[in-house]
């Protein structure tokens, strides 16, 4: 008995095999709509990432232009570390907004892919927005333990967190957003696919792998 079932068991692990995923996949209906929301957020992000350096660029050089490197190295330091910031990310937002959207995905999992891969490249950002977050809180404690120019590096440090904390909110708004659209993919994707009708009435499951 237990062979038997083995055997049945085998044969159609062998059928279901053999179906072609495609099959299934070429039942998902193009998603157009999900691309220009991914393209969209991606651009949002990308202005408010260079409305926050055009504010820090801003900030920045006036403090300098209103401070004493001398008197007051705490206040120009933190001037001069903001600019620099500012530049930066008015640099990157400008960059990514010239460059153009990607390709419009075919499918809703094509378009489900790229979200994750969004989502992973925003994950990153917020390890490292972090690790800036850490770098200025050295300085700043640094600052305090004797250093020479010890007011200039808690200027600096200050900057830097800041500068950490601003991109940690921007950031985390964009990969909570993306998660967002992400789960409502999944759910259409499960909807579509979780029992797909393919051939001869044979039916299989499709795990969504996000």
């Not at 949002?44 to 006036?62: I, K, S, T």
């Not at 200027?155 to 708004?173: R, S, T």
Request: glycine share 12%; hydrophobic share 55%.
């Amino acid at each position: 008995m237990v062979v038997e079932n083995a055997r049945v068991y085998a044969v159609f692990c062998l059928l279901v095999s053999w179906i072609p995923l495609g099959a299934a996949l070429g039942q998902v209906e193009p998603a157009n709509e999900w691309s220009v929301a991914l393209e969209e957020a991606k651009d949002g992000h990308l202005w408010r990432v260079g409305a926050w350096g055009v504010a820090n660029a801003g900030l920045g050089l006036a403090l300098v232009a209103s401070s004493s490197r001398a008197d007051q190295p705490a206040r120009f330091g933190f001037g001069v570390q903001s600019a620099a910031w500012g530049v930066i990310n008015l640099g990157i937002a400008g960059i990514g907004l010239s460059t153009g959207g990607a390709d419009v995905a075919e499918t809703l999992l094509d378009a489900a892919w790229a979200e994750d891969a969004y989502r992973d490249i925003l994950l990153v950002n917020l390890g490292l927005n972090a690790g800036y977050m850490m770098v200025g809180g050295a300085m700043v404690i640094a600052s305090h333990q004797g250093v020479r120019h010890a007011e200039s590096w808690r200027g600096h440090g200050w900057a830097v967190v800041l500068q950490g904390l601003g991109l940690m909110i921007l950031d985390g708004y964009a990969f909570w957003d993306a998660g967002r659209r992400l789960d409502a993919m999944k759910n259409q994707l499960e909807m579509q696919l979780s029992v797909a009708p393919v051939q001869d009435g044979l039916l299989f499951s499709i795990v969504v792998p996000f």
